[in-house]
Nanobody
Framework: QLQLVESGGGLVQPGGSLRLSCHAS????????IGWFRQAPGKEREGVSC????????DYSVSVKGRSAISRDNAENTVYLQIDSLKPEDTAVYYC?????????????????WGQGTQVTVSS
């Protein structure tokens, strides 16, 4: 059974950094694209970043582009999302999700397996 577990969230001051982790169990990540999404209270879930399986092609939303980096370690079965220069508007629950191979059209409905999320709060 595919299982994803996020970690690394917490309370961070504006301008700080976080590295979120998404660890997979029950399957090997090699053939899966992993997307990161976030959902703030009262808002729809939005895509943040995605990394494809074999070629490692990455994609970022406008909201985090230039201050974030997604990476994967297939040996550790883990995908990471680093976000720098955090802003209060980055506050949300962050989820990772898996789908086969590629990140094309990285909307939530295209991902079939989801973690339970990790809370990120950016506040002074």
């Amino acid at each position: 059974q595919l299982q994803l577990v996020e970690s690394g969230g917490g309370l961070v001051q504006p301008g700080g950094s976080l590295r979120l982790s998404c660890h997979a169990s029950g399957f090997a990540l090699d053939n899966y694209a992993i997307g990161w999404f976030r959902q703030a209270p009262g808002k729809e879930r939005e895509g943040v970043s995605c990394i494809s399986s074999s070629d490692g092609v990455t994609d970022y939303s406008v909201s985090v582009k230039g201050r974030s980096a997604i990476s994967r370690d297939n040996a550790e079965n883990t995908v990471y999302l680093q976000i720098d220069s955090l802003k209060p508007e980055d506050t949300a629950v962050y989820y990772c999700a898996a789908r086969l191979y590629f990140c094309s059209d990285p909307t939530p409905g295209r991902f079939r397996s989801w973690g339970q999320g990790t809370q990120v709060t950016v506040s002074s």
